[in-house]
């Protein structure tokens, strides 16, 4: 071999060498794709994680009876929502659930209003979830437990938003739900109060001292109509479910408790953060039905369908369309409130959804307490803590009421309470109109806008305080 095929090896040889430990130098200096690669293995990794734990509690979920999950949830995120159990398969499973409990197992809790159960609510498997369009953080340590609620209410109830209506509502202009209570100048819809003698004389009384977080609230004597204590009553406050009460009484005016009805396209108006008592178009109900669905789980569906129904009633027709039906119905809601009393009160919805011009009082609210009081129906109802209903159709649900007061297994239990109706929204803050009976006394007391906490302490404040003078 001569010398210039050797040196051209040697070059060679050296190139490729020198080739070699470049590309080693480039690649150990280079910011490899490697470790993205890895970032999104590892969150992929804690998905499937948190789904695991997610279907993890869904089976223990399952196993669990009503009790061992009592006020696990707290209303309605508003989430005023509501699991429930299918009676007619007896197998509980947990379904996607609902929103706005401050607490819960379960990994969507309904709130728009919303009223979500006090104790952990089951959902039936062959119920969609079709109230938790949005994640709603929702933090309760009571029970050690801090759950991201799929759901309603509104987005995050901190920041004062919530859900989208869904699109069919835009039939209603005139019902204008607020959507985002940061946008919207809503105080400017409502009138001064007024303060008209009848009220002056119901005021005039030598007021306790208590220490109320609410931000208004009022306690009557349920028998003689008297007011035992009072915070700023007449202040324009907002109603959220405690509405339903007043739903309830107009229902019953017009209706039979066994009336029959179907559900219909009305639940296309409920808004999608609504609690829910989970009905479906076709299904066949009592107007009793309606009346429980609305009262122990807050269904706003249930108080909708209830609104299309007696508003064709009072129009005596049938056909007449969704819009007139619901308007009709609202104002046989105005007519309602005005005929007990309540002139401070302007309600827009039927279940109390925020709604630009409505407005309400603790002292409105308490008159229409005292007229819900007096209906053996509806105290009937919202003294149970689960409501099993069988519909027309054959249907077999249970529903767990929103109200921790009642329930015998919770920490809020207070043993005098016989009702009556939780209350949540953006705009409402925590609301509760309790009803309790010891003796021959009994007493309504009214919390309006206090928080997740307050409502329940400053009602149990307020009974302990009229059932003890």
């Known amino acids: 071999m001569d010398k210039k095929r050797v040196l051209g090896l040697i070059l060679f040889a050296c190139i490729v060498i020198a080739g070699l430990f470049l590309g080693t130098m480039v690649m150990t200096r280079r ?5 993205k690669q890895q970032l999104y293995s590892d969150k992929d990794d804690k998905e499937d994680n948190i789904n695991e734990n997610e279907q993890d509690n869904d089976d223990l979920y399952q196993e669990k009876t009503l009790s061992d999950f009592a006020d696990n ?37 309904p709130v728009g ?19 938790t369009d949005r994640t709603d953080n929702i933090d309760d340590r009571e029970n050690g437990i801090e759950i991201v609620l799929d759901d309603p209410e509104n987005s995050n109830p901190s920041d004062g938003t919530e859900a989208a209506l869904g699109e069919n509502i835009v039939e209603l202009p005139d019902m204008q739900l607020i959507t985002d209570s940061t946008q919207v100048d809503y105080m400017k819809y409502i009138p001064e109060m007024v303060y008209d003698s009848k009220i002056e004389v119901a005021l005039d009384i030598d007021n306790p001292s208590l220490k109320i977080k609410a931000k208004s609230a009022i306690l009557f004597d349920v028998k003689t109509g008297k007011v035992l204590y009072y915070k700023d009553p007449i202040e324009p406050v907002f109603p959220a479910s405690t509405a339903k009460l007043l739903t309830a ?61 007696v508003g064709r009633k009072a129009l005596k027709s049938d056909k007449a369309s969704l819009k007139d039906a619901i308007f009709e119905f609202i104002n046989l809601m105005n007519n309602k409130a005005k005929s007990l009393g309540a002139i401070n009160s302007c309600f827009k919805t039927p279940d109390g959804y925020d709604a630009i011009g409505q407005y309400t009082t603790a002292y409105d609210m308490g008159l229409i307490g005292l007229a819900a009081a007096a209906s053996e129906v509806i105290v009937e109802v919202c003294k149970k803590s689960t409501a099993r209903n069988v519909f ?40 509760l109109i309790s009803l309790a009976k010891n003796g021959d ?3 309504l007391s009214v919390v309006m806008n206090s928080d997740s906490q307050g409502r329940w302490e400053d009602s149990r404040k ?8």
């Not at 299918?86 to 607490?103: F, L, P, T, V, Y």
């Not at 209003?113 to 109230?131: C, F, H, K, M, V």
């Open 113 to 131: 209003n919303r009223d979500l159960p006090e104790d952990g609510t089951r959902q039936s498997e062959d119920i969609a979830q079709s109230d």
């Open 73 to 109: 949830t707290d209303e309605g995120v508003g989430a005023e929502e509501a699991r429930y159990t299918d009676n007619r398969n007896q197998n509980i499973s947990a379904g996607s659930g609902e929103k706005e409990q401050e607490s819960g197992t379960s990994n969507n809790i």
């Open 31 to 35: 910011p490899m794709d490697l470790s």
């Open 462 to 469: 307020l009974l302990d305080y009229g059932l003890n003078r």
């Open 249 to 309: 009484l107009v229902a019953l005016d017009w209706c039979m408790e066994e009336e029959e009805v179907t559900v219909g396209d009305e639940l296309d108006l409920v808004a999608p953060d609504s609690t829910l008592a989970r009905l479906k178009k076709g299904q066949v109900l009592t107007v009793r039905n309606l009346i429980e669905g609305m009262l122990v789980p807050s269904g706003n569906d249930a108080a909708y369908v209830i609104a299309a129904y």
């Open 392 to 431: 027309v159709d054959g249907y077999d649900v249970t529903w767990v009421n929103t109200n921790s007061l009642i329930k015998k297994d919770s920490p809020k239990y207070y043993p005098y309470c016989i009702g009556l109706k939780t209350g949540t929204s953006t705009m409402a803050g925590k609301c």
């Open 441 to 443: 006394k009994e007493v």
